[in-house]
């Protein structure tokens, strides 16, 4: 696979909504079934901004477990959230962000090549808040694949 260097983009403080699930190494091959349950759900996401799904790796902690969430971004985030759905916050902040087109497999090998080879070698280091992948709206989208983007929150690493 060819690997690119990631670009730094600041991003704002940024709210979505959609469901979550805490996961482990041990459940990891059933996170699609949340991908699934979102879009099954009869659920209308008020303040909806349309251009993007966003799949959030947060709150690890240190043992395998996390949590991820399947969401779209909403503004203003509503007084009310439809039953059964939760807020993520994606800090504001610099982030290195991959973008690619690709399959799932794709997005899990450039994924493991940004945390275990660019980050070591590259000038920041990763700060705290979530991971996360963002899936922008594209005409190319279907079989052979589709455009993903993966954030990683970084700072400067220290001389």
């Given at each position: 696979m060819n690997h690119r260097a990631p670009e730094i983009r600041s991003l704002p403080e940024t709210h979505t909504l959609g469901f979550l699930r805490s996961y482990s190494?041990?459940?990891?091959?059933?996170?699609?079934?949340l991908w699934r349950r979102f879009f099954d759900a009869?659920?209308?996401?008020?303040?909806y901004?349309?251009?993007?799904?966003?799949?959030?790796?947060?709150?690890?902690?240190?043992?395998?477990?996390?949590?991820?969430?399947?969401?779209v971004e909403v503004d203003p985030v509503p007084e009310d959230l439809p039953r059964g759905t939760s807020l993520a916050r994606l800090p504001e902040g610099d982030y290195a962000v991959l973008r690619d087109f690709g399959t799932l497999d794709d997005v899990q090998v450039q994924y493991d090549w940004m945390i275990a080879e660019w980050l070591p070698s590259s000038p920041y280091t990763q700060r705290r808040g979530a991971i996360f992948e963002r899936y922008p709206e594209d005409p190319r989208h279907g079989p052979a694949g589709m455009v993903f983007e993966i954030w990683v929150p970084v700072n400067d690493r220290p001389n």
């Open positions: 190494m041990a459940t990891l091959d059933e996170l699609p079934d009869p659920v209308v996401i008020p303040n901004v349309p251009g993007a799904m966003f799949g959030i790796s947060m709150d690890p902690d240190g043992l395998g477990t996390f949590t991820y969430g399947v969401t």
